[in-house]
């Protein structure tokens, strides 16, 4: 028998080695999770690493069970680091757990852009296209006042812009934020409740959306977040609905951990679907994509296992004619939106990606090459990702307990939040 000469760890100190790699916990202005990578050549690669309302899960994940095992390892393997932690584990998939492993995977795609000396779009392809489509968030107590939000996000040259109000007749509702530009639903250290009804809200949202068209023409591109609170029935009624104003998507209609559901929801409805943010692998949403029951993924970096694991999950759905739009509200740090950049720019059958601007207190923190322009955001062009943690910065700002609010239907039952 032969036996097969471990390479995984080097014990020789070749400059690829991982010396050195540590959790740092952030709050400017929200809370975020970095974990950064060292080599012995000096090299640093940093992931974002932030579940939001669950931060310390994750930290503690990393610190305690990631970190030594990393320690030694060839920086430059990064697939196999990659099964390493998620075969390793034995406790496959979970957010906690395949955030860890994204962080991890996230900041070994840094290094290796840096040793390649190029951005890493390069090394995942080059580019398909010459910027990234984002899409922002347009949100008021009102329709009035939403139209107002819709006009300032189009005088920025966005192309695609999210659209959410309050509903008549509920005190308060997802998505609709006191800040615009800096939407944050974690906004106590413990949850605080909101009330749902989907009468109300099956029957305003049709009315906001014929307005909304009727002031801005056929090809402003307009989505929708439901937020996961319909059943397949209701969804259904919904996206009926709003055919006549031809959205690009409707956003988590139901809940999904019932892929089988969309069946429904498909049948009866030509709105296009789009789901993911709260999926972590390409095992929640293989039959959702295999079958045809979506049309657009919203998996992304942090949460989905790293830019090597969204990339398969993304070529699954090229062959089923899905297309990406990448999760990227404000609890993604900039990290996070640096590497999805680089896999948006990369592949064929990119969709939209989300943007939620950052505070400046938190790009302060985050120095980075990305930039926006004309509706369009664009990768850093430096070797690696193009983004950084300034640890000093980060220490200014201690983490704050905070959660994300809960949702309960009139009569006080628990509903979908
Ligand atoms: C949302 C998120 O951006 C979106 O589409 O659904 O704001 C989501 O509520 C948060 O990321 C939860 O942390
Ligand atoms: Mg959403």
């Given at each position: 028998m032969t036996t097969i000469k471990s390479t995984h760890i080097n014990t020789s100190s070749r400059g690829v080695n991982i010396v050195n790699a540590r959790v740092i916990v952030t709050c400017p202005g929200r809370n975020f999770v970095?974990?950064?990578i060292e080599t012995a050549d000096g090299l640093t690669g940093v992931g974002d690493a932030t579940l939001n309302g669950r931060e310390l899960a994750v930290a503690a994940y990393l610190t305690e069970h990631v970190v030594p095992m990393l320690i030694g390892r060839d920086a430059t393997r990064i697939e196999d680091i990659w099964q390493f932690l998620y075969k390793g584990a034995y406790w496959r998939r979970g957010p906690v757990t395949m955030?860890?492993?994204?962080?991890?995977d996230t900041a070994l795609w840094d290094i290796k852009g840096k040793i390649a000396g190029l951005p890493v779009y390069q090394l995942l392809g080059g580019r398909s296209r010459e910027g990234v489509t984002v899409y922002g968030h347009a949100n008021a107590?009102?329709?009035e006042s939403v139209l107002s939000e819709i006009a300032s996000y189009v005088d920025l040259g966005y192309r695609a812009v999210r659209v959410q109000t309050g509903i008549p007749g509920l005190e308060s509702t997802y998505g609709v934020g006191g800040d615009k530009m800096f939407y944050e639903p974690a906004d106590a250290a413990l949850p605080t409740e909101n009330i749902w009804s989907t009468e109300h809200y099956l029957t305003h949202v049709p009315k906001m959306f014929a307005e909304v068209r009727a002031e801005f023409g056929p090809t402003l591109r307009l989505?929708?977040?439901?937020?996961?609170?319909?059943?397949?029935?209701?969804?259904?009624?919904?996206?009926?609905?709003?055919?006549?104003?031809a959205l690009t998507w409707m956003e988590d209609p139901v809940p999904a951990e019932l892929q089988e559901g969309f069946r429904l929801i498909r049948q009866h409805t030509t709105t296009p679907?789009?789901?993911g943010e709260v999926f972590n692998?390409?095992?929640?949403?293989?039959?959702?994509?295999?079958?045809?029951?979506i049309d657009y993924i919203r998996t992304t970096v942090v949460h989905a296992g790293g830019i090597t694991h969204l990339r398969r999950i993304f070529d699954l759905a090229a062959l089923y004619h899905v297309r990406s739009g990448s999760h990227g509200a404000t609890d993604l740090s900039p990290v996070c939106m640096a590497a999805a950049l680089h896999v948006d720019i990369a592949i064929?059958?990119?969709g939209l990606q989300e943007y939620m601007r950052h505070t400046p207190e938190t790009d302060e923190v985050f120095p980075h090459g990305y930039w926006f322009e004309?509706?369009?955001?664009?990768?850093?062009?430096?070797?690696?990702?193009?983004v950084d943690i300034d640890e000093e910065k980060a220490a200014r700002y201690p983490y704050r307990p905070a959660s994300l609010p809960v949702n309960r239907l009139q009569d006080g039952t628990m509903h979908s939040w």
């Amino acid at each position: 028998m032969t036996t097969i000469k471990s390479t995984h760890i080097n014990t020789s100190s070749r400059g690829v080695n991982i010396v050195n790699a540590r959790v740092i916990v952030t709050c400017p202005g929200r809370n975020f999770v970095t974990l950064k990578i060292e080599t012995a050549d000096g090299l640093t690669g940093v992931g974002d690493a932030t579940l939001n309302g669950r931060e310390l899960a994750v930290a503690a994940y990393l610190t305690e069970h990631v970190v030594p095992m990393l320690i030694g390892r060839d920086a430059t393997r990064i697939e196999d680091i990659w099964q390493f932690l998620y075969k390793g584990a034995y406790w496959r998939r979970g957010p906690v757990t395949m955030t860890a492993i994204a962080a991890v995977d996230t900041a070994l795609w840094d290094i290796k852009g840096k040793i390649a000396g190029l951005p890493v779009y390069q090394l995942l392809g080059g580019r398909s296209r010459e910027g990234v489509t984002v899409y922002g968030h347009a949100n008021a107590p009102d329709v009035e006042s939403v139209l107002s939000e819709i006009a300032s996000y189009v005088d920025l040259g966005y192309r695609a812009v999210r659209v959410q109000t309050g509903i008549p007749g509920l005190e308060s509702t997802y998505g609709v934020g006191g800040d615009k530009m800096f939407y944050e639903p974690a906004d106590a250290a413990l949850p605080t409740e909101n009330i749902w009804s989907t009468e109300h809200y099956l029957t305003h949202v049709p009315k906001m959306f014929a307005e909304v068209r009727a002031e801005f023409g056929p090809t402003l591109r307009l989505l929708h977040d439901v937020h996961h609170r319909l059943t397949p029935l209701e969804a259904a009624r919904l996206g009926r609905s709003l055919e006549p104003y031809a959205l690009t998507w409707m956003e988590d209609p139901v809940p999904a951990e019932l892929q089988e559901g969309f069946r429904l929801i498909r049948q009866h409805t030509t709105t296009p679907i789009a789901v993911g943010e709260v999926f972590n692998s390409i095992w929640d949403c293989q039959e959702l994509i295999t079958s045809q029951l979506i049309d657009y993924i919203r998996t992304t970096v942090v949460h989905a296992g790293g830019i090597t694991h969204l990339r398969r999950i993304f070529d699954l759905a090229a062959l089923y004619h899905v297309r990406s739009g990448s999760h990227g509200a404000t609890d993604l740090s900039p990290v996070c939106m640096a590497a999805a950049l680089h896999v948006d720019i990369a592949i064929p059958n990119f969709g939209l990606q989300e943007y939620m601007r950052h505070t400046p207190e938190t790009d302060e923190v985050f120095p980075h090459g990305y930039w926006f322009e004309g509706g369009y955001l664009h990768p850093s062009e430096e070797p690696g990702l193009g983004v950084d943690i300034d640890e000093e910065k980060a220490a200014r700002y201690p983490y704050r307990p905070a959660s994300l609010p809960v949702n309960r239907l009139q009569d006080g039952t628990m509903h979908s939040w």
